[in-house]
């Protein structure tokens, strides 16, 4: 099969003209200050508008107990 017409580079560069990267616009913590992306939660302090979502210092505090549970197993054997 022949190609019918072809495209000039001037065209191919018009086509992909958007296909450019966009900078992604960020939001800031009103907590920490860190940037992060609007409409998500915050990854380094969890909250969300303001709420804590994640509960991190719960979660890392629960983590220690069981850590600690599992040293004492440990010693005890």
Known sequence: MVQAKRRTK???RERRSHHAMKVQTLSHSTKSG???LPHHVNPFDGFYRGRDVLQLDAKASRKEK???K???RAKNK
Do not use: C, L, S
Request: glycine share 0%; no cysteine.
């Open 70 to 72: 599992k040293e004492d």
């Open 10 to 12: 001037q065209q191919k």
């Open 66 to 68: 069981r850590a600690k």
């Open 34 to 36: 860190k940037p992060h």
